[in-house]
């Protein structure tokens, strides 16, 4: 078990599985500018190196660490990533690999949808995976 901050109000991070597609390595950049925030008077940005990034979603949802942040477990302060700290992030990096998938149950109203990632498909019953494509 692995204490950690997901969505705050308003960023909630959404429920469903998610599938790591890319390890971004011990150093990745963060920017709120690829979520729409470029004024850097507005509370919501951010630009800063995280480490041990994994991206679970197109839409810019990520497992990393969060050197800023110490109330893990306790408190709920991203923009929707799941933060853990430098050494929780990188315990789990080095257990996890491309294609791994994480289930997500936060209480969120928000719910993966089947553009937003490899994890997509696993929102999906095998009845509906399974059925050909309609024309």
């Not at 950690?4 to 959404?14: C, D, H, L």
């Not at 839409?59 to 700290?85: D, P, Q, R, Y």
Request: proline residues 4%.
């Amino acid at each position: 078990t692995l204490p950690a901050s997901v969505g705050k109000p308003g960023w909630e991070t959404r429920n469903g599985i998610k599938v790591v597609t890319q390890k971004m390595g011990a150093k990745f950049k963060m920017q709120s500018s690829t979520l729409g925030i470029k004024d850097k008077k507005d509370k919501n940005f951010f630009e800063t190196d995280v480490a041990w990034a994994m991206r679970l979603t197109w839409s810019g949802e990520f497992i990393h660490g969060a050197w800023w942040h110490n109330e893990f477990g306790k408190e709920n302060v991203s923009h929707g990533c799941t933060n853990l700290s430098d050494n929780n992030a990188k315990w789990l990096y080095d257990q996890t690999m491309p294609g791994d998938p994480f289930e997500y149950t936060t209480g969120s109203t928000q719910t993966m949808t089947l553009d937003n990632g490899f994890g997509a498909e696993w929102q999906l019953s095998w009845d509906e995976w399974s059925k050909p494509p309609t024309q």
